[in-house]
């Protein structure tokens, strides 16, 4: 379980732990992403007992005692089960999420208190860089469900979004959207929702250069195409559910 690290962008490092029991023999990975700024971002804490091993391998990019926000697309524990450990050794840090979010959860699972986001709102971290929370609602869970744009490199931390099993490279350029629909055949993860093909036809209009799977390789390309090409075959689970309702 030793944490893969490799710069999927300009100044963002994906730290990827494999676990080989979860759909064998093909294993999954969980995957956090290190934003460095003045105002260093992680985006998903990882599992709480993960925790010893995130924290060495984010200490090998930068002091963790300089960490300065702690972000993730839901509430759930491969999302944010350490979110407590990392405030408990960054105390400088702020879990920052969406309005929803920290309404449900939040205000009440976090040691300290949580910078609240407005959809669309961005943080500056400095350097560069910049990050601008967008609201996905219930897509592809979780009605607290946001996602994580950061602008100057065009990466879209899409959080579960285009899940897939396996652990290939950590950055490519093949198709991302036949794994995601297998996955999605084999898991089931999704909540499928009438809004769910327009939240994501949303997100393509941001056109990502990259985008930053949970669970999955990160992916250079037609981040728009990718996008689309998900959310058409979302459009048809929903419909073929109602169809048969
Ligand atoms: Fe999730
Ligand atoms: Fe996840």
Not at 20 to 46: C, K, M
Not at 121 to 126: A, K, N, Q, T
């Amino acid at each position: 379980m030793e944490p893969r690290i490799d710069e999927i962008a300009d100044g963002i490092y994906r730290l990827s732990v494999r676990v080989d029991a979860i759909a064998p023999p093909a294993g999954f990975t969980f995957n956090h992403f290190l934003v460095l700024g003045d105002e260093p971002l992680l985006f998903h804490t990882g599992l709480r007992r993960m925790f010893p091993l995130l924290r060495e391998a984010l200490g090998r990019l930068m002091p963790v005692e300089k960490l300065r926000w702690i972000t993730f697309g839901h509430y759930e524990a491969d999302e944010c089960g350490a979110m407590n450990e990392w405030l408990a050794v960054a105390p400088l840090a702020e879990v920052a999420h969406g309005q929803t979010g920290c309404m449900v959860s939040l205000n009440d699972m976090a040691d300290r208190a949580p910078r609240v986001l407005r959809d669309g709102e961005v943080i500056d971290l400095g350097r560069g860089k910049r990050v601008r929370y967008i609201d996905t609602p219930h897509i592809p869970h979780g009605w607290d469900a946001g996602v994580l744009y950061e602008e100057a490199s065009g990466t879209l931390m899409c959080g579960d979004l285009f899940t897939q099993v396996g652990d290939g490279p950590a950055l490519t350029g093949s198709d991302i959207v036949g794994p995601a629909i297998a996955a999605e055949d084999m898991f089931r993860f999704s909540s499928l929702h009438p809004s769910m093909g327009a939240t994501i036809r949303r997100l393509a209009e941001i056109s990502p250069r990259t985008l930053a799977l949970m669970h999955g390789p990160a992916f250079a390309g037609d981040g728009a195409a990718a996008l689309r090409g998900l959310a058409a075959n979302y459009d048809d689970r929903v419909r073929a559910l109602l169809a048969a309702a």
